[in-house]
């Protein structure tokens, strides 16, 4: 019997006959013969905990890392530098442990750092409260077009293509089980088509979804879209770029009623994905069909500070017809680094990071440009992401780019096929002009 499975033989027998079975094997009984393996694992022997160490750390050295490599990559995860401060914090017991705070009267310290998130965020998204976080900002999108359509009571749903594929390809599968129907709208010169969307939008529509700056980089026009959206009634949702509110208007004095997106930009690592950070950010007036929870802010019995949930709208805490969603795995620890990074940062360190993204992808564009080998995609004011159409295959770009320990922008061909040869590159604080320039020249050469 494993070490690891405490329970003995009599127990497994009690609880198989509890299930109508005789045996463990009965479990199994659904997969052919023919496929089982039928002799022991060939395993190697045993290693020590110095051998299994090196052997680990040989097979990590294969993957390209950012230690080593500089990256160009970005389509919706960002190479952001990280105070060491954060994860310093994180690493803290009490926070490092810490899951839904069930018993919020001894979880103070806790309740307290989302609350300063939620804080934080509405500070940056120009709205008036926000949750304790969600799961990414694919999932962050399609609760927003669901919580629309709750509070108009339509069906139909508006989504700019220049939105992140991954989130509308998200926003599409929780439609699909909810009955809504999603409306894809076009774009010209890389931002929304405003008069497609106006065509569009109808009496139906629950909502019209932008990205900001969109998926191309570029900064879609906010305001007039908000006033398309508003003008059948509809709501207006943005998906925003935390880093980029540093110095872009904030969605909420352009007309947004919900803002969304993903936070890993602020002090979470790529971590190969995940785990990520959703934030999701509204007007006052719908705080109660908000998904997730939301902590406030009170006194105890003796007059001093205190947080507490607030708002429980998930099927755990209230009747299922009255929840607004059961998305409820707690992403505290990314919202506490979110926090932690912003409260270091300060308003003037968002700007300067922002200002630097601006202006480090602007001179890589230009110095794309002047080799010759790309030309312009679009002509649209982009913050620290841009399209430039290749010459040569973006595959072969970036095959060449890898074996100079660089990793190259993202193929749009992916996703647009009518964009073939573009090329999305992302350009962040933390690439240095010798960086760029040695990307500009191996991009360059021709192939």
């Known amino acids: 019997m494993s070490r690891y499975i405490p329970n003995t033989k009599e127990e497994q027998q009690g609880m198989l006959r509890d299930i109508g079975l005789s045996s463990i094997e009965d479990l199994f009984s659904d997969i052919p013969e023919n496929i089982r393996l039928k002799k022991e694992l060939e395993l190697d022997n045993p290693l ?39 994860d310093h914090i994180l690493s803290r017991q009490e ?25 934080m965020i509405c500070e940056l998204t120009g709205m008036d409260v926000a949750n304790a976080s969600m799961y990414d900002g694919a999932t962050a999108v399609a609760e927003a077009a669901s919580m629309a359509s709750g509070i108009t009571r339509r069906s139909k749903v508006l989504v700019a293509s220049t939105v992140h594929p991954e989130y509308r390809q998200v926003l599409k599968t929780y439609s699909h089980f909810k009955g809504a129907q999603v409306v894809e709208v076009g774009y010209k010169n890389g931002l929304i088509d405003l ?37 059948k009634k509809a709501l207006l949702i943005v998906c925003a770029d935390p880093i980029a509110l540093g ?18 930009s602020l002090g979470n690592p790529l971590s190969f994905g995940g785990p990520y950070l959703g934030f999701f950010a509204a007007r006052e007036k719908y705080l109660r069909k908000m998904p997730g929870r939301i902590i406030g802010q009170t006194v105890d019995n003796l007059g001093r500070r205190a947080f507490v949930l607030t708002i429980q709208t998930r099927e755990q805490h209230i009747r299922r017809e009255k929840a607004t969603s059961n998305i409820c795995s707690n992403q505290a620890l990314n919202a506490l680094a979110a926090a932690v990074y912003l409260t270091v940062m300060g308003k003037q360190g968002i700007r300067e990071v922002a200002e630097l993204c601006l202006q480090k992808a602007h001179y890589a564009y230009d110095s794309l440009i002047e080799t010759k080998k790309f030309k312009p995609a679009f002509s649209t004011p982009f913050f620290k992401e841009f399209v430039v159409i290749s010459e040569s295959p973006v595959s072969e770009i970036n095959k060449k780019l890898l ?29 240095t002009k010798q960086e760029i320039d040695n990307m500009t020249k191996k991009a360059g050469v021709v192939i």
Not at 57 to 75: D, H, R, T, V
Not at 247 to 264: C, F, N, T
């Open 195 to 231: 008069e497609d969307m106006e065509k569009k939008t109808d009496t139906d529509t629950a909502a019209i979804i932008v990205q900001y700056p969109n998926f191309f980089g570029s900064i879609e026009l906010i305001k007039e879209a908000g006033e398309i959206a508003h003008s």
């Open 95 to 119: 926070f490092y442990t810490s899951y839904t705070p069930y018993q919020p009267e001894i979880s103070q310290g806790m309740l307290q750092a989302i609350f300063e998130y939620q804080t």
């Open 247 to 264: 110095m872009l208007e904030a969605p909420g004095k352009l007309g947004a009623d919900i803002v969304v997106g993903e936070g890993q």
């Open 48 to 86: 020590s905990e110095m051998e299994l160490y090196d052997h680990m750390k040989n097979i990590a050295s294969s993957n390209a890392n950012l230690n080593e490599y500089s990256c160009f990559i970005g389509a919706g995860a960002y190479d952001h530098y990280i105070p060491v401060l954060v």
């Open 403 to 431: 074996g100079h320990k660089i990793i190259g922008g993202y193929d749009l061909a992916r996703d647009y096929p009518e964009l073939k040869g573009g090329w999305l590159v992302a350009v962040t604080e933390k690439r």
